[in-house]
């Protein structure tokens, strides 16, 4: 029983490789959708530090966010350091997984607990900063004094959770990827990141979706007391800028769910090479999108700022010929 479980394991695993072509392929697309994550994620925060947005609140909040987007695309560039770009004779492809070399393992496990401590820290960042934006719009509880604690359990938290696999010995080669690997790697896999990311996940965006709900009818709501339409339009501004920081659950869900795919798909006999590359593409987008939504949302806000602006000095103007 026990060999019968051990050659499936093998099976597997060399259906997780797929041969160089598909390493070729993964190298290629995280190299690119990598760089663009990371150059992404670096202007907005320049963006927020060079306009002195983080002396507030919610732009802090979102810069945190996309800090935690950086590290996390970073930690999925340095898979590159453990891939082999001599050429293999037998297949002709440039790229092949290099997991021989002792010191190519040792860089690998490194690698697998920075991409695992990384992504752990960003979803604990979401969970908590939703948790934070809850508070404030729902229970109209402003918990500005829970900033420290929120990085410092994002930060802290994830470093328990990331031993597991050290302690077990199971950071290595999977595939394409340094992460964990071994006999019991789908059962850590799952219990360790997928089953608690998607469970945490899919109740900050039922959250997000009902502070979403709240917000427009505060927004929406007619009155002629003018204390109620002053804070209709403190309502509407509180949405407006409250929108990246509640489209950051969203996005993470959406672009974890290829992955889980994968890794649930990825133990059948079936397991589609294409997979990979697609889970490739997803990592980096996930970085990509936090930084882009910051970015967009920030020159947007500019803008409305600007017409705001021209309009009342035009009306002023209009006022001051009109009087003369």
């Keep these: 029983m026990i060999k019968s479980m051990a050659n499936k394991t093998n099976e597997t695993t060399s259906n997780r490789s797929n041969g160089p072509f598909v390493t070729q392929q993964v190298v290629i697309i995280t190299s690119v ?9 670096v202007a907005a925060l320049v963006l927020v530090l060079a306009l002195k947005l983080h002396t507030k609140l919610v732009y802090r909040l979102a810069a945190y966010q996309v800090l935690t987007s950086l590290l996390f695309a970073v930690a999925n560039c340095l898979n590159l350091a453990v891939v082999d770009y001599h050429r293999d004779n037998a297949t002709n492809a440039m790229f092949q997984f290099a997991g021989d070399s002792a010191t ?38 402003n918990l500005k004094r829970c900033e420290v604690v929120y990085v410092l359990v994002s930060v802290l ?8 696999p050290f302690a077990m010995k199971s950071y290595g080669a ?10 019991n790697s789908h059962q850590l896999k799952m219990s360790l990141w997928f089953g608690p990311a998607v469970f945490l996940l899919c109740i900050v965006t039922a959250a997000v979706a ?20 002053r804070m209709r339009q403190q309502h509407k501004n509180a949405l407006l800028q409250l929108l990246p920081l509640l489209a950051y659950p969203v996005l993470f869900l959406i672009f974890l769910l290829p992955s889980f ?14 997979l990979d590359p697609v889970n490739a593409f997803f990592s980096s987008l996930l970085s990509t999108s936090a930084g882009l939504t910051l970015i967009v949302h920030i020159s947007s806000v500019w803008c409305a700022t600007k017409r705001s602006v021209w309009r009342l000095h035009r009306d002023q103007r209009c006022d001051a010929r009109c009087s003369s």
């Design 174 to 183: 999977d595939g394409q990827w340094c992460w964990i690997s071994g006999e």
């Design 104 to 141: 190519r393992r040792v860089l690998c496990q490194i690698v697998a607990f920075a991409r695992m401590y990384s992504a752990w820290v960003k979803l604990l960042a979401v969970v908590l900063v939703t948790c934070h934006l809850y508070c404030y719009v729902v229970r109209y509880n």
């Design 261 to 274: 795919v994968s890794q649930v798909y990825g133990e059948e006999a079936t397991y589609a090479a294409w």
């Design 210 to 229: 009902y502070m979403i709900v709240v917000l427009f009818r505060r927004a929406c709501l007619e009155s002629n007391d003018e204390f109620h339409n």
């Design 33 to 41: 959708t990598g760089g663009v994550a990371v150059l992404t994620c």
């Design 157 to 164: 938290v994830p470093i328990a959770i990331c031993v597991v």
